[in-house]
């Protein structure tokens, strides 16, 4: 029986709270290794490692991998497949998926290119882009949210359907940009750093913010948390999944542009199997595919290992199967060693 | 039938387990003897849970001695522990919807040879099993999906006996079920205890183990403080008191102040095709209207209609005078209205997160400026929220799936405080709650009341209705047939008109 | 609704604003599909024509229907193959041309071939998915009496096909090989670092490019440095390029398989600022001619696997379903087996094949 007539709760000042958490981790019984793993950076602690094992390999048989412009190739080739990873990411934590990606970003790139796009200039050719990939995003949202159709099939549908609206524009040929402004972008430096790779680190830390500090981003976890308790909490759950896959087909038309631009040819071939590299990186990333729990750091990472890997066996000159089995295997081992650090924790 | 003299069937002595953090079971004794129905009490988290799991080998004890027909016994998996004999009937039932009734009952050890199965001696062996189990009229073919609860929980208990379990553990079985429903259960459990099955029988609800068991054990915080004890004759004033050291069953807090004449919520001819219709009530500010009723009569989905989760297809609902948008919550939520739902884990809460999240989720935007989380104002308007309320343990950063069921039903009522909403809607809100946790519960409810909600308030439970409620509604097969101050009522009369013209017991359609 | 009016029609207004720049920008967009350039260039002038003159084979015959079956274009070569086989059928006014649905599914080939065998076409023109899983239908047509026209992938037996006509992939290793060893040695590099982007490993026309060019190479006494594969598309050919520069931070020479993927091969080595070394294209696209043309890249030559060789299938599958042979030829059949010679593009030659070159 706890009427407790009277009693008045203060909320605690400004400046100590927050501090909560700490005060809680603080008092916290668990073993030290626990508590390592479960502040943010612990989190993805096994990518890190294995980030930090590929480095040492890479260090121990290439001499020019630690070099600068290598890193920077490395960073270069993780932009535009980490761009669409941020869409995919938010996606997948408000408990949908998104297999149209690749072919999404391929239609974009190849309706911004064609001659009569081009013949606008580049403000076009990026608005083009963009409307494409965001109005891909919605048809899917809007088939997933008020069609009610599983996400699954709804952008396995768009891929292919993307993939063949993008031959038909093309006709099946590998468009030239010819517009000077998007085919300098990719080689482009500032401060001897390739402006892809600004856009990239843009694009996630706008990402990392939305999903972290924004009510855009607690909603997205809290639906794919558990979308019928976020319904009865008053929270409008399909008008956010339109959102969401909106903002996903944004991030394709971001990268469609991106890869204009380092390819120079807008291509319904761009792109392919570009969903899987994503949900690849999602998933060792710690992201749950069942949606409400996961982190963008951690599939930017994951993003970061499949290119370092990639970029490892070309320097060794080894053949591409032997990158393929590679990935595979990391896949498990990091999945395996993130369930582990997971009992750890709890 | 007591089997005092007889040698006992399961015999647990000083059984203790320990999870990181946690002591869940401290020594804990429990006799079982054949045919018996033996009763296991405890509050939330006394380790009722865990001991059946270790009983069922899920868990491995750390310590302590289990013997079974008088040897002792290690069941190293779940497998082990059914080739014994024991079957354990858990809370959420783990059947197969997808299946057969008949493959489910087998599921695991189907009749077969050569791998091919039998399907037509699978269905005539069901059948015979369903047939002792008092229910011929389920039949095996049919998918399970498609059998109401009480159904499937009888597949269940064919399931066990198909395996010829010699003891039946039912976790809460009639959480789920609605009166007479209890009754078949009971005349089952009875049944099967007359073959000589031992049954260790799990409820909140103390009158049932007045009516249905034997024995009674009682755990309290993961030690067994009484254990053998005469179920029909404990007085049950003497089975609280050794659960909790209190001496009542259901407390309710006094009424304070009288509801006030403003009518916050108007119901008028509310309907849904199929469900409930022409449905209309009105509730003041400070008044808490109950609606009692048996599960399907329509009362939950009238609440839900009420909110916008399901949309009214005749009616209108008016808080305050301003008409609702039918099927929307968003509207229901912005006008001041908050929902306590009857499923608390998959409608109520996201389990994964923190509690502070899971109470400001329909408040996000107070905490926003232009859609970015300011700082710490929502985990501090959180954290007095959850200390008013006293959820257990007092930090709010911790995940909601590691509180108590009572703790994370105050989280949900913390989310409605702090939105200061004028109508609550509650759903079964002590449902899977301990004893001590359920006074607390209806204080708040009271409190809230008391502040001028209007409160509308959905029980199986009719005392919890008639003690809590200033009005109650009676519904029964999707219309309001009765309606009544509390104070005029009794327990008796309302079950009654909840009854009326329903099927006698035992002739079900 | 307690809605107030102006509430009501000012979002109403919203809403149609909304809609009508929406449905202005889906106009706007639709008008970017098109690929019709401002004024077209005319096009090229008949790559896939038959030559003129000859041994009087331009003469009309006995009317003839030509089916043909050939993989979904994915590719800028296989697009080529399509419109050359198609142009070079309008040009004959005694040929039908019956071509099925393209496919990258091999078992829709399968059933595309055999409609054509149903149809009891003159002659077949078939560009395999895969030589051996189509040979079964190649022999069918033989025996039901309609001569095959195997082109390029070549199928497992003999009695499956008339006459086949292919590009030389090994030899096309050679061309390259050679040029690049002849330009190394004319400039006396001693142990020059010599790159190859491949196409895709697994398929054997990859291979034997690649055995080409290192066999080449040897006789030179060079052999290949860095070797990556890509996939035949843009993305992959700059993906593995960009990588690969840094593997080498110095090169003399690089082959790439192909000028599909050249495209991004160049891409990644414009992004790189990389220029110390000469590249040799592969398949002759127009594009890489262009470039070859301009003179303004490290791209110096390309070696030839001209898709102009649908065009003399058709020309090829005319004549046998007629009974006539090669103009020139003594003999009254045409041969059994032609194998395209792979030319070297460079810019001494450019203005000749340019014509031949398709658009990627």
Redesign the interface.
Known sequence: ????PG?T????P?AE??R??RA?AR?D??PLLARVLDTGAGRNVGLVAVLVVLCVIGVAT?D?FA?T??LL?IL??ASIIGVITVGVTMVIIGGGIDLSVGKLMALASV??T????Q??GPV?MVF?AL??GA?GGLVNGLLIAYGRIVPFIVTLATLISAQGLA?R????????VTDPTIAAI??TRVLGI?LLVYVFAAVVAVGW?VLN????G??T??IG??A?????????VRRHTVLLYVVSGLCCGIAAIM?AS????G??????LYELDAIAAVIIGGTLLTG??GTLVGSILGVLVFTTI??LF????L???VQNIAKGLIIVAAVLFQSRAQRARS | MTGDGAPPLLEMRGIVKQFPGVRALDGVDLDVVAGEVHCLLGQNGAGKSTLIKVLAGAHRPDAGEVRWEGRAVEFAAPQAAVQAGIATIYQELDLVPGLSVAENVFLGHEPARLGFTRPRELEARARALLARLGHPEIPPGRELGRLSAAGQQVVSMARALSRRARLIVMDEPSAVLDADEVDNLFRVVRELTADGVAVVYISHRLEEIRRIGDRVTVLKDGRTVARGLSAPRTPTAEVIRLMTGRTLEYVFPPRTAPPRDEVVLDVAGLGRRGEFADVSFTVRAGEIVGLAGLVGSGRSEILETVYGARKATAGSVRLRGRALRPGSVKAAVRAGMGLAPEERKSQGLLMAEPVYRNVSLPALDRFARAGFMRGGAELAAAAAVTAQLDVRPADPTRPVRTLSGGNQQKVVLARWLLEECAVLLLDEPTRGVDVGARSEIYALVRQLAAQGVAVVLVSSEVPEVLGLADRVLVVREGAVVHEAPAAELDEARVLDLVMEGRAVEGSRP | MPDTPTAVIGLGRRRLLAGVAGAGAVAALAACTSNAPAAAPPAAPAPGAPPAGGGGNAAPGRPVTIGFSAPAADHGWIAAIAANAQTAAGRYPDVTFSPVNPTNDITQQIAAVDTLINKKVDALVILPNDGSQLTAQGTKAMQAGIPVINLDRIFDSPLAYRTWIGGDNYGMGVSAGNYVGQQLKAKGVTSPIIGEIAGIDSLPLTQQRSKGFADALKSFGFSVGPRQAADFTAQGGQRVTANLLQAAPRLDAVWNHDDDQGIGVLAAIQQAGRSEFFMVGGAGSANAMRAIQADNTVLKATVTYSPTMASSAVALARLVAQGRGLGDLVEQEVPASITLASATVTKDNVGKYLPLGFES
Not at chain 1, 1 to 4: A, D, F
Not at chain 1, 114 to 117: C, K, L
Not at chain 1, 231 to 236: C, F, N, P, T, V
């Open positions: 029986m706890t009427e407790r009693e709760v203060v909320a605690p400004a709270q927050g909560v958490e809680a008092a019984d668990r290439a020019t070099t412009s290598n190739t270069t080739s309706w911004a064609t001659v009569a796009t013949a606008y076009v083009c409307a494409v109005g031959e524009i093309s006709g099946k040929r590998s468009q030239i990719a080689s390739p913010v500090r924004t009510t855009f607690r909603r976890f809290a948390g558990n019928e308790a976020a319904r009865l909490a008053g929270l409008d890869i380092l390819t120079t040819t291509s319904s071939t761009h792109g392919t409400g729990r990639t970029n070309i320097l060794n000159n053949a591409t199967e």
